[in-house]
């Protein structure tokens, strides 16, 4: 179950970007961009133990997701600590949206070695039922990855994003 809430969990986070993308017309930068990929490769790693069981290996892929995301968060946050040197977007909670990437991913890295931590290294690798609750939060991940899949497409095409977009780049040449 813990596994079905931390990829759901990923899947609002991802979400809340996207609709803050899209109702606050605040276009991701390249960096936004990579934090959104360490919290989909978090989700992904998550959606492995739903679907095939919990495996070590898997809690693996959420932590590399999970430290790959805080670096780029990290590599963020020291761009906009320079003084007069304005933030990027708006604050959620009173925090910018890095910010809470930082304090998630670094969270997700505390969770998971302590959840490894306290597993017995006798407890074998277990096969649960793949559940209703299971396919019903996988799918709502693989549509939130979907959508953030396509709109980055639709802001950047296929060429690397700009550093500070302003507009989308699908939308310009229609």
């Known amino acids: 179950m813990l596994n079905i809430l931390g990829m759901v969990g990923m899947a609002v986070v991802l979400l809340i970007g996207l609709i803050a993308q899209v109702t606050l017309n605040e276009l991701p930068c390249p960096l936004c961009l990579l934090q959104r990929a360490g919290f989909a490769l978090v989700m992904f790693g998550f959606m492995l133990n739903v679907v095939y069981g919990i495996k070590q290996r898997h809690y693996g892929v959420v932590l590399l997701g999970a430290i790959f995301g805080a670096a780029a968060a990290l590599r963020q946050i020291s761009l906009h600590v320079i003084p007069g040197t304005p933030p990027y977007g708006s604050a959620i909670l009173g925090y910018h949206y890095y910010t809470w990437s930082f304090i998630l991913c670094s969270a997700t890295i505390l969770a998971v070695a302590i959840l490894l931590l306290l597993r017995n290294e006798g407890e074998g690798e277990f096969r649960h039922r ?40 699908l939308l310009s040449i229609i």
């Open 130 to 169: 793949f559940g209703v609750a299971g396919k019903v939060a996988c799918w709502f991940a693989m549509m939130v990855m979907a959508l953030n899949v396509i709109s980055t497409f639709i802001e950047c095409g296929p060429f690397q994003c700009p550093d500070n977009p302003v507009s989308y780049w």
